[in-house]
């Protein structure tokens, strides 16, 4: 019954071997390969970090068990942390510089040199007009890759290296996979595509269309709580629709995501949308916010996979709240209150949609 992996936790804290590490991290040198092929040598497990993906700087706190070594981070990783639970957890973490990067992650040299880095976290996938200024400056890089779930776990690992934590790191990969096994038996395969219920991801920024496509995680999790998303037709991470095309796809189900203000309310209240069958079943959510946005890879995945299986399937996601606390506590050492984990799920913002009454019980 899909009701048991809403209900069970599956913490499991086995060893994950990413295959990457060349040697052991421990309290001495670390010697790994990075996620674009590089090989990063640190004299010792990284203390002075800067993050400039976005969700790099919850992923290492995760990780680390605590913020202590963020020195610097993206802006944008700061305005997700201003919302969520870890930066009411760890204020400190919102005077943590921000100007490390520009647009499209171009690094701001200057300002990373001054923060005295012992690693720098940068994407390796998009150009190496973003990386070889750093190393140019002699700064230490890690690079990632972005979109799989692979590339997640294989980015937890690469933390856990750097930062000579490598038993965190393989008991999160360890939860991830546990939590996805346990999803793929409980959940029913129909006999046709056409038979899933269809969820439309759109970023949920205020004056756009914003939806993830073939190419986005948003689709593979789709797929993952057994449903199908309209935008699969899209070739791409994402891309810009209008409303007519919103409309012809007539999604069950609508995510607005964590990228910008939209709220449920925004489209009920929308009459170009009126004669949306999402509008009309009130069937649109608010993804949650964590220590992170739910809606991109990142440390907090899992806990989006349970949510979605909840909202599709309409079961209520039974035991989501004590699971988040569980799971917080270990990677945040921080237990949420419920009134807490109510804001994480955005239970005012979605408390008029179907099935959202108590969801997470």
Same mark, same amino acid.
């Given at each position: 019954?899909?009701?048991?992996?809403?209900?069970?936790?599956?913490?499991?804290?086995?060893?994950?071997?990413?295959?990457?590490?060349?040697?052991?991290?421990?309290?001495?040198?670390?010697?790994?390969?990075?996620?674009?092929?590089?090989?990063?040598?640190?004299?010792?497990?990284?203390?002075?970090?800067?993050?400039?993906?976005?969700?790099?700087?919850?992923?290492?706190?995760?990780?680390?068990?605590?913020?202590?070594?963020?020195?610097?981070?993206?802006?944008?990783?700061?305005?997700?942390?201003?919302?969520?639970?870890?930066?009411?957890?760890?204020?400190?973490?919102?005077?943590?510089?921000?100007?490390?990067?520009?647009?499209?992650?171009?690094?701001?040299?200057?300002?990373? #040199?001054?923060?005295?880095? $012992?690693?720098?976290?940068?994407?390796?996938?998009?150009?190496?007009?973003?990386?070889?200024?750093?190393?140019?400056?002699?700064?230490?890089? &890690?690079?990632?890759? =972005?979109?799989?779930?692979?590339?997640?776990?294989?980015?937890?690992?690469?933390?856990?290296?750097?930062?000579?934590?490598?038993?965190?790191?393989?008991?999160?990969?360890?939860?991830?996979?546990?939590?996805?096994? #346990?999803?793929?038996?409980?959940?029913?395969?129909?006999?046709?595509?056409?038979?899933?219920?269809?969820?439309?991801?759109?970023?949920?920024?205020?004056?756009?269309?914003?939806?993830?496509g073939r190419a986005s995680y948003n689709h593979f999790v789709t797929e993952?709580?057994?449903?199908?998303?309209?935008?699969?037709?899209?070739?791409?991470?994402?891309?810009?629709?209008?409303?007519?095309?919103?409309?012809?796809?007539?999604?069950?189900?609508?995510?607005?995501?964590?990228?910008g203000p939209k709220l449920p309310a925004d489209l009920y209240r929308d009459?170009?949308?009126?004669?949306?069958? &999402?509008?009309?079943?009130?069937?649109? =959510?608010?993804?949650?916010?964590?220590?992170?946005?739910?809606?991109?890879?990142?440390?907090?995945?899992?806990?989006?996979?349970?949510?979605?299986?909840?909202?599709?399937?309409?079961?209520?996601?039974?035991?989501?709240?004590?699971?988040?606390?569980?799971?917080?506590?270990?990677? =945040?050492?921080?237990?949420?209150? $419920?009134?807490?984990?109510?804001?994480?799920?955005?239970?005012?913002?979605?408390?008029?949609?179907?099935? =959202?009454?108590?969801?997470?019980?």
């Open positions: 019954m899909l009701g048991g992996i809403l209900a069970t936790a599956a913490a499991s804290v086995v060893g994950v071997g990413c295959g990457r590490a060349e040697s052991g991290s421990g309290v001495g040198a670390v010697t790994v390969t990075d996620l674009a092929g590089a090989t990063v040598q640190l004299p010792r497990p990284a203390r002075r970090v800067v993050t400039i993906p976005k969700p790099a700087a919850s992923m290492m706190v995760a990780v680390n068990g605590g913020p202590e070594v963020l020195v610097g981070m993206n802006a944008a990783s700061r305005s997700a942390i201003e919302d969520s639970f870890i930066g009411a957890a760890y204020p400190g973490l919102l005077t943590v510089p921000t100007d490390v990067a520009g647009a499209e992650f171009a690094p701001n040299v200057e300002s990373v #040199l001054a923060l005295d880095p $012992d690693v720098v976290i940068q994407w390796g996938d998009r150009g190496p007009g973003i990386v070889e200024p750093l190393q140019n400056a002699g700064l230490t890089v &890690a690079q990632l890759r =972005y979109g799989t779930q692979q590339d997640l776990e294989d980015a937890v690992a690469l933390y856990g290296e750097l930062l000579g934590k490598p038993e965190r790191a393989a008991a999160l990969i360890g939860w991830m996979r546990d939590r996805m096994r #346990l999803l793929r038996s409980e959940i029913p395969v129909p006999d046709a595509s056409s038979t899933r219920p269809s969820v439309l991801y759109l970023r949920g920024a205020a004056d756009t269309l914003d939806v993830g993952l709580v057994g449903a199908r998303n309209p935008a699969v037709e899209i070739d791409a991470d994402e891309a810009p629709i209008d409303t007519e095309q919103l409309l012809r796809w007539d999604p069950d189900i609508v995510l607005l995501g964590n990228f009459p170009a949308l009126a004669s949306l069958r &999402a509008v009309a079943q009130r069937r649109i =959510y608010k993804v949650p916010l964590g220590g992170y946005r739910w809606d991109p890879p990142s440390q907090e995945s899992p806990l989006m996979w349970q949510w979605l299986a909840g909202v599709v399937h309409g079961t209520g996601a039974p035991g989501l709240r004590a699971e988040v606390a569980r799971q917080y506590a270990l990677w =945040y050492g921080t237990e949420p209150t $419920d009134a807490q984990i109510g804001e994480i799920l955005y239970s005012t913002a979605n408390s008029d949609s179907s099935d =959202y009454v108590d969801f997470g019980r």
